[in-house]
């Protein structure tokens, strides 16, 4: 979907896919019949965005393969749906039975991360519509914090520099223009705006910057205007922004049963409790565990924010609640004023197929219809902020 800002600026609206399993070519077409054009026929819409997550091994075959590109473009055309964002955080097998930390491998450390990205990079600039600005990827934020040392900062910087060259590369060669953001995220090298200032100031912002997950704004406790002023007075543009929220418990202590029925195998659920606002160390023990489970063994002291992606229409049942007036917030802080602060955005609920068993989608009909009320949701609070949905119609 898009939108117009009051500043002139078009708004991309749409869901990232990272929530479907298929690492393929052939399951990722099959996926935009079994899923986007359901969503997009639920919306009404005449285009639905998607922000497409591709396995590293796909993303390999169709950077060698024009007509590959070409094909699939061909094929989200006539489905009514465009790419202008990738998700380059997964690199491969994100709907494994047990992900957990494997997510942040291979890191910015390694030439792995590079190709994936740069492979990703050049697939997307055949994929972009023509009318679009640009285009973004995200990834992660360096790398988890654990094992770090200056010889792994150095070696990420050193990617950066190729990353930002290798960019520049491709909109020499299709004369499009790719950004990358690194996506701060509860546990690893960069959590927060003031650890993202210190990691990665100095690095190429023309074509590097921040994608900005609002569920993990929220896990960090902090207030999205500073974060945003913190972010853009050390010349960080957030080139991307993923819609989430994330589950939170008051009072952890009394909500025992409620939380422990969130516990599940799949995925990290940092938590992280208040007393990580502002902290040089937001991943100090006195405030943060690095799963659901083990902040309710470690009873760590309330209120709590779980790096749990909640549907955004649908909050969890009292007394656990989500993170929607940060979500609120965030959005009001880049949309209020004369410029659109990203013009971006992926609502990204990867979590559904992990949900506690009542509240997860049965049927991939039910699974698209719970995505197409996240977009409306999200959509109509764009719409609240003074944005205006635009009709656009696609022909092949």
């Keep these: 979907m898009r939108l117009r800002h009051a500043g002139g600026r078009t708004i991309h609206l749409g869901y990232c896919t990272n929530v479907h399993p298929a690492e393929d070519l052939a399951g990722i077409l099959a996926q ?29 075959e169709l950077a060698a393969d024009a007509d590959a590109r070409r094909r699939l473009r061909t094929a989200l055309t006539v489905r009514g749906l465009e790419v202008v964002t990738l998700n380059g955080f997964p690199y491969a097998a994100f709907q494994a039975p047990v992900v957990k930390g494997a997510v942040y491998q ?26 679009a600005a640009r285009g973004s990827i995200s990834t992660l934020p360096l790398a988890w914090r654990t094992p770090w040392d200056t010889a792994g900062a150095d070696a990420a910087r050193r990617r950066l520099d190729q990353l930002a060259a290798g960019l520049a590369a491709v909109e020499r060669d299709s004369g499009r223009v790719i950004r990358v953001g690194f996506e701060p995220e509860p546990g690893c090298v960069v959590e ?47 080139v991307k922004v993923q819609v989430s929220a994330a589950l939170e418990a008051t009072d952890p202590a009394g909500e025992t049963a409620a939380l422990r029925r969130w516990v599940e195998p ?43 992606h ?27 004023g004369a410029d659109a602060g990203c013009d971006h955005l992926d609502v990204e609920t990867y979590t559904w197929g992990v949900l506690p068993a009542a509240r997860r989608p049965g049927t991939d009909a039910e699974l698209a219809a719970g995505i197409a009320a996240e977009l409306a949701f999200a959509r109509d609070e764009l719409v609240a902020l003074g944005l205006t949905p635009t009709e656009t119609v696609v022909t092949p």
């Excluded at 190709?115 to 972009?128: F, G, Q, S």
């Excluded at 909640?310 to 802080?333: G, Q």
């Design 192 to 238: 927060s705006s003031a650890q993202a200032v210190s990691a990665l100031s100095g690095m190429d912002t023309e074509r590097l910057g921040i994608c900005l997950d609002l569920a993990h704004l929220a896990c960090a406790w902090e207030e999205p205007s500073v974060a945003l002023d913190r972010l853009t007075a050390a010349g960080l543009p957030v």
């Design 266 to 308: 799949r995925f990290l659920h940092q938590t992280r409790t208040v007393g990580c606002a502002g902290s040089p160390d937001p991943a100090d023990p006195r405030w943060a565990a690095d799963d659901l489970d083990v902040a309710l063994d470690a009873g760590l002291p309330g209120p709590w924010r779980v790096h749990y």
């Design 32 to 60: 935009l019949d079994s899923y986007a054009v359901p969503v997009r026929t639920a919306l009404g819409a005449d285009l639905l965005g998607l922000g497409l997550w591709l396995a590293a091994p796909v993303a390999a």
């Design 106 to 131: 291979p890191d910015w450390t390694t030439q792995e991360r590079l190709d994936y990205t740069l492979d990703l990079a050049r697939v997307l600039a055949d994929l972009l519509p023509d009318d």
């Design 310 to 336: 909640v549907p955004l229409h649908a909050p969890p049942e009292p007394p656990l609640d989500s993170t929607l007036p940060v979500l609120r917030a965030a959005l009001a802080a880049l949309f209020t």
